[in-house]
Each structure stands twice: as C-alpha cells, then as structure tokens.
C-alpha cells in the first residue's frame, strides 16, 4: 500500500516562531518521489519541492528547510521565522515507480495559521 | 501564458443531472490527472491519462467518466451526480511523469443538492 500521513491537521504559531509540519509515508518501492504543496486561502496549489527517494540530502529555500529520513519515512518541512503570508495548507505527496509515477498519493494536509 | 483552465468554476446542479466538468491545458502536456479535494482526506485522485485515448483509474473513480480525445482536454463527466460527490476538484497537467511538477488548475467546486 501507498500511504501519506500528516498526523498534524492544524497548527497556529505567533509570527516569527519556527514551525514543523510531519509527512510520513508508506511505500514498498524503493524509487519514489516525495512533494510539498502549498494551497493559500485563495485555493491554487503551488508546488513548493520534489524530493527523489535516492538523495537524502537536506533542502534549504530561503526560510523553507526540508528534511528527509529514509529511516524513519519521514518528509517534514521546517518554516523559521513563519510569516502571516506563510497562512495555507501544506500537502505532501508520493509518487512511485510501482505505478510508472503516474498515481499521486497526497496526504490529509495541515493547516498552518500564523498570528500577527 | 501557460496554464490549465477548468470550467465551470462554481457548479450547483442535483442529483443524477448529468455534468460535464471541462479541463484544458495549452503546455502540450501528455499527462492530465483529475483530483477531487475533500475536508481531512486531502487530494485524491479520480483519473489519469497518460496521453490520447489512453486513460486509468486513480484512486477514486466511482461515479466518474473521462475521456481523451485530444492532447489538450481532459473533461470529467459525471452521468449520475450524487450528494457524496460534491467537492472541490483540480485538473493536472504535466509532461510524463516523472516530473518535477504537475501544473494544476484553479479548482472547480460542485454542489450536488
């Protein structure tokens, strides 16, 4: 079975906290992929990374880390210093090569409330 | 500018009326996806086409039909509409996965009464 879990379904920070959202997956593949999605109040997705199941390297975008554990099958995304615009639900998702990459498999979604 | 358009973009109809959800990409993408976006489930997916006239099932295909007859368009149609399929859906387009994205559409929300 493929499987996305994010266990947190909402988390309000005061602005400028550091703040965590947890993707854990499930997948017997060993060639996957792994993606963020944000999905502000005006309701677009927008894609934020993709990660591929051979590079565990940590990713750094400006305030947006992301650290992946193949260990422990976990995909979580780190916001320091969390802005008012950073407000939305974030999805993770997996795809993998036992479906050709052709089937998405996308989580509950948190949602993050950041307060002035 | 390259995008996917659904329309319409706000639907209310009844049960069993059929409709016709339409999904549209000018990036000559092969890949479409339909997904339907549901409180505490997240995105599932409905459909998928890898490219004309070739289509699958996701996880979710109960009550839909796709078609692909043309590159572009990847309309979701839904003969027999009911309550529990009211939803917010997205069209995806991407080239072959894998990619490092799929571009979505807006969304397209249904009411069924």
């Known amino acids: 079975a493929q499987k996305v879990t994010q266990a947190q379904t909402e988390i309000s920070v005061v602005e400028k906290e550091d703040v965590t959202l947890d993707c854990v997956y499930e997948?017997?593949?060993?060639?996957?992929?792994l993606f963020w999605y944000k999905q502000p109040p005006s309701g677009e997705l927008v894609f934020l990374i993709r990660?591929?199941?051979?590079?565990?390297q940590n990713e750094i975008s400006g305030r947006y880390s992301w650290n992946f554990q193949k260990s422990t099958s976990s995909f979580n995304f780190t916001i320091t210093a969390s802005q008012v615009v950073d407000s939305a639900v974030y999805f993770c998702?997996?795809?993998?090569?036992?479906?050709?990459?052709?089937?998405?498999?996308f989580g509950s979604g948190t949602k993050l409330n950041v307060k002035p | 500018e390259a995008q996917v358009t659904q329309n319409p973009r706000y639907l209310i109809t009844v049960t069993g009326k059929k409709l016709t959800v339409t999904c549209s990409q000018n990036m000559n993408h092969e890949y479409m996806s339909w997904y339907r976006q549901d409180p505490g489930l997240g995105l599932r997916q409905i459909y998928y086409s890898m490219n004309v006239e070739v289509t699958d099932k996701g996880d979710v295909p109960e009550g839909y039909k796709v078609s692909r007859k043309e590159k572009r368009n990847f309309p979701l149609i839904l003969e027999s509409p009911s309550p529990n399929q009211t939803s917010l859906y997205f069209c995806?387009?991407?080239?072959?996965?894998?990619?490092?994205?799929?571009?979505f559409g807006p969304g397209t929300r249904l009411l069924v009464l």
């Open positions: 997948t017997r593949d060993t060639t996957y992929y």
């Open positions: 998702a997996l795809s993998s090569s036992l479906n050709n990459f052709n089937k998405f498999y």
């Open positions: 995806a387009s991407s080239p072959l996965p894998p990619v490092e994205t799929q571009y």
């Open positions: 990660r591929n199941s051979f590079d565990e």
